[in-house]
């Protein structure tokens, strides 16, 4: 077994030029584009073209419930533009041209085609469409409506693996059954479902072959997840199934493209539970037999974490998931005439990072993340063949090519991407398996995944080069390319020139003890115009039971779009971004403990002024500002946004559809309490601000979408109703038309709420800067 050890760090930082101390005005700031999350990006097969897909805040849309099961696009695709650029000459292009909601480029394998998902054509439906790189032309290959989020062509470059929807439904017809919220507020007549009453009912559910009485409270419905897998062959337009009106969430073709795994939500683990249970299924490509790998798994919430073995006789798949103490690896055979058993094969004590599977090599081993270690594993005998272990680094993921193909030499190199445990750097590494050497062809303080931390995806590889996402907290993300056996780096994308005039703010770690003796950390984002020996206004950006710390050179640190932090660094203020870990059972009291002492250490450097502090928090942020200002009168100005004072409120909130989506948040995740309301009926009052409202002093700006389908708009008026019957300093705006998160509001929507936001701090606290004892 090698043990590989490593201390060093190697830094360089963006260039920049022609910077000044002017704010970071809120209509450039609503012009950044970014990379489109949870969308790769793709090498051609022959390493010269890179495709992904941005997207701008001036191109979102008004919220609808169900937008996805009405259209097929996703949020994420919302305004995307599916562009390349050429990794020798760094030329770039739009192939999509900014028309229509684009997204998911998938390259060929012979590098001729790139397929995409686009609604350009105007029938308001996603659909598959192709470009010809050889014609530079693109053309929809199918009317079928897609309803996908993954694109796979089979080795041939022929055929295209996608899913659809389900043959049996029309777009109405798939909507009221997939969400039947959305079908009661269809936006336009033509797509409107009339009902004038709807009935809820329960029952027990006893569940065939078990024992005893299954309690029914899904927090949202898995029937979105209902879709047809489909081949469909570019060059005529023609549609073969291979499975019919399952659930699918996640697939993938085995090496030679004759079978498919995928996984099927089939429920929820448990009542008060968001964790999903799936089914492991392999289907022969041509549809002709389906077989159960494994049943009711425990997998990440999108049901992945599975990969098939280079002989394609294999599958692996990674138990875990969210509140997991550990992690299985497991391994099946298939295509079996008996079907066998899952083998665990290895046993983790840490849950890996979200969307990581095992990778295998080409000797029937298993690499994969256990805890801050890289380890190769014996898929046949379970034993533990090389453990890389760098000193001072956490390993966070292993590069791959496209399908979860390990790169170079996977027997005996390998690269991976691993993060500095004390200054939160991330760098790139080769890894030699079998002399236990090292490499560094990359560090430094900038961050390699932050563009797309829903998905392992930041970075890829092929041939020798590996192309990632890279940005710090003054730069937001931009595409580049490293040669693996020079180390040279290459920038390949500009996206947001209209920043290089303006001078950002930079970010520092801090650390202090909480008040139960943790040792706890935060990020600092320090005015632009920060000078030793003065004193800022401060607001403090919190969120808890985040770890913000772990984005240390994340563009702005937390937030994008209209909340994005460096507004405020731009304008004289330091935001603090403090950890928030939390213990189920106390959660209000948590956030004093964690947060108070974080912000009471900025103000013993000198760097904050204790007269002007205030705080803010958006979703689960905004219950943390709440449970902050009812319990210190330090704060001198409060923002929440899409928050709850009331989480007995918030618990039976029920959408048009019957779903409970906070059950499982305050019994045992989120703000968890540990039980219902009727196992700690009193914890729900002691850690509901809505009970305190009476002991606030700190003046309160609440913003609310009322098409909000997480935390419903009353929950907001409850809170302000509360306010003003006590006659408390309170400011309430709610956004027609909005859903949870401002990122996808209207961009006349999100411009009010950035200039609502930094007028009610600079009304409050002001924003010039202080000399010590004025």
């Known amino acids: 077994m090698n043990l590989v050890s490593l201390s060093l760090v190697t830094a360089f930082s963006f260039a920049c030029g022609g910077q000044n101390d002017q704010p970071l005005s809120v209509e450039d700031n609503l012009s950044i584009h970014s990379f489109a999350e949870y969308t790769p990006i793709s090498f051609s097969p022959d390493a010269k073209l890179l495709a992904y897909a941005v997207r701008s805040s001036r191109e979102n849309y008004r919220f609808e419930p169900g937008n996805y099961e009405r259209t097929g696009i996703e949020w994420y695709s919302v305004g995307g533009d599916v562009r390349i650029v050429d990794t020798a000459t760094k030329k770039s292009k739009s192939i999509t041209t900014s028309k229509g909601n684009n997204s998911l480029p998938s390259w060929s394998p012979d590098s001729k085609f790139l397929a995409f998902i686009s609604d350009r054509d105007g029938d308001g439906q996603a659909e598959l469409w192709v470009w010809n790189r050889q014609r530079d032309q693109i053309k929809r290959v199918s009317p079928t409506p897609v309803r996908c989020d993954q694109i796979e062509w089979t080795p ?337 994308t500009d996206l947001n020139p209209q920043l290089h005039k303006y001078r950002m703010g930079a970010s520092r770690l801090v650390s202090w003890l909480g008040i139960d003796g943790q040792h706890l950390q935060g990020v600092l984002l320090l005015p632009s115009d920060y000078e030793v020996g003065k004193q800022y206004p401060l607001v403090a950006f919190v969120y808890a039971g985040a770890f913000p710390s772990r984005f240390l050179n994340r563009f702005g640190v937390a937030e994008t779009g209209p909340l994005n932090p460096q507004l405020l660094a731009t304008r004289g203020y330091v935001v603090l971004f403090p950890d928030s870990p939390q213990r189920i059972g106390d959660p209000m009291s948590e956030v004093l403990k964690t947060i108070m002492p974080g912000v009471n250490r900025v103000v013993e450097t000198g760097i904050a002024d204790s007269r002007r502090l205030g705080v803010m928090g958006f979703s689960n942020g905004g219950y943390t500002t709440l449970a902050l200002i009812v319990q210190t009168q330090q704060f001198r100005a409060a923002v929440e946004i899409e928050g709850t004072a009331d989480l007995m409120a918030a618990y039976g909130e029920m959408n048009k559809a019957g779903a409970a989506y906070a059950t499982g948040l305050f019994e045992h995740g989120q703000d968890g309490v540990g039980g219902s309301p009727w196992d700690v009926r009193d914890r729900y009052i002691e850690n509901s601000p809505i009970y305190y409202l009476d002991r606030i002093t700190t003046p309160l700006l609440m913003v609310h979408g009322d098409a909000d389908s997480y935390i419903a708009p009353f929950l907001a008026d409850e809170l302000f109703v509360g306010m003003r019957r006590l006659g408390k300093v309170v400011e309430y705006s709610r956004y027609g038309s909005e859903g949870h998160d401002p990122v996808s509001w209207s961009y006349s929507h999100q411009l009010d709420l950035s200039h609502q936001v930094l007028g009610w701090f600079a009304q409050h606290l002001g924003n010039a800067p202080l000399s010590p004892g004025l």
């Open 156 to 492: 041939d470059s022929h055929q295209i693996l996608t899913t659809t929807l389900p043959i049996e439904f029309s777009p109405i017809e798939y909507v009221r059954k997939a969400s039947p919220e959305a079908a009661k507020t269809g936006s336009t007549e033509h797509n409107r479902i009339d009902a004038s009453v709807t009935t809820f009912h329960s029952e027990p559910n006893h569940r065939a072959g078990r024992e005893g009485t299954v309690s029914n409270s899904e927090p949202w419905n898995l029937n979105r997840y209902l879709r047809d897998l489909v081949i469909i062959e570019p060059n005529t337009g023609g549609l073969r199934p291979v499975v019919q009106g399952e659930r699918i969430s996640r697939f993938q073709l085995s090496p030679d493209g004759s079978r498919v795994a995928y996984t099927t939500p089939t429920r929820f683990e448990r009542a008060g539970s968001q964790q999903i249970l799936y089914d492991l299924k392999e289907v022969d490509i041509k549809g002709h037999r389906t077989q159960i790998l494994a049943r009711d798994i425990r997998l990440d919430y999108d049901g992945g974490g599975f990969s098939w073995s280079s002989d394609g006789s294999s599958v692996s798949f990674l138990t875990g998931g969210p509140g997991a103490v550990s992690s299985g690896l497991y391994v099946v055979a298939v295509n079996q005439v008996v079907p066998q058993a899952a083998r665990l094969v290895y046993t983790s004590p840490e849950v890996p990072p979200h969307y990581s599977p095992a990778l295998w090599d080409g000797e029937g081993a298993l690499l994969l993340i256990s805890g801050r270690a890289a380890i190769r594993v014996s898929a046949a005998s379970g034993a533990v063949l090389d453990r890389i272990q760098m000193e001072g680094w956490s390993i966070r993921q292993i590069i791959a090519q496209p399908s979860h193909r390990l790169w170079l030499d996977p027997v005996e190199r390998i690269a991976v991407v691993a993060r500095n445990e004390r200054s939160e750097d991330e760098g790139i590494f080769l890894v030699d398996l079998k002399t236990g050497t090292t490499r560094s062809l990359l560090s430094g303080a900038e961050c390699l995944a932050c563009a797309n931390p829903y998905l392992a995806s930041g970075i890829t590889a092929i041939g020798h080069k590996i192309a990632y996402l890279r940005e710090d907290s003054a730069h937001p993300s931009d595409l580049w390319i490293l040669e693996a056996e020079t180390a040279a780096t290459t920038q390949l």
